[in-house]
């Protein structure tokens, strides 16, 4: 969740899509533009499977120019693919 965080603050698209499951994977990703991101809280996750685990998260952002904050808070699903960790999907809180 962290480096997907990490990815977002750093306008990493490559990366982002590598780590989305291919099931779930959209066939591309637009980011806005000038975003400022303002921090990441992870508040829970806990396993729901040997390869499956949940992360509940809030992360703030703010639109360019001066417009208010955001807060996205949501519960995003993994699955663990020969070793390695990918976003499947979430639902918002």
């Known amino acids: 969740m962290r480096s997907r965080y990490s990815a ?31 921090g990441l809280q992870v508040r829970d996750h806990r396993e729901t499977g040997p390869d499956r685990a949940e992360v509940e998260f809030v992360a703030r952002s703010r639109p360019p120019g001066s417009g208010p904050a955001h807060r996205l808070h949501e519960r995003s699903r993994f699955v663990r693919d020969q070793g390695r960790w990918y976003y499947l999907d979430g639902d918002l809180r």
Do not use: K, Q
Request: net charge neutral; hydrophobic share 40%; charged share 25%.
């Open 8 to 38: 977002f603050v750093r306008g990493d698209r490559d990366y982002l899509m590598a780590s989305w499951h291919p099931s779930t994977r959209p066939a591309s990703l637009d980011l806005e533009p000038g975003v400022r991101w303002l």
